[in-house]
């Protein structure tokens, strides 16, 4: 079993920067790949990035490609999402998930733990 807890969400400008942190404990965390979704109001939850275990496979959606970067410390049990130059659209709800596999997924349906989720908004 798996805890994932997000934090580092808040309110920023168009323009700005945010880091988000998402801290997991449990048994079962090594090994897993770590993925970071978003859902808005009326949305689906969709893909945002995902990392493997070693870092060293990493995915992005394509609307954010450019503008964030997700790391992960397993020395913390910690994976990041550093997040620039956001748009008003990057507005949601943001979720990091974690699944036993050495390979990151891009969907959702794939993951099997998930942390309660961290609000980004995004003022003009």
Known sequence: ?????????????????????????????SGHAMGWFRQAP???????????????????ADSVKGRFTISRDNT??????QMNSLKLEDAAIYYCASERTPVPSTS????????QGTQVTVSS
């Not at 913390?76 to 999402?81: E, F, M, Q, S």
């Not at 959702?108 to 942390?115: I, L, N, P």
């Open 1 to 29: 079993q798996v805890q994932l807890v997000e934090s580092g969400g808040g309110l920023v400008p168009a323009g700005g920067s945010l880091r988000l942190s998402c801290v997991a404990s449990g048994r079962t965390f």
């Open 108 to 115: 959702r349906y794939r993951y099997s733990y998930w942390g």
């Open 42 to 60: 009326g949305k689906e939850r969709e893909f945002v990035a995902a990392i493997n275990w070693s870092g060293g496979n990493i995915y992005y």
């Open 76 to 81: 913390k049990n910690t994976v990041y999402l």
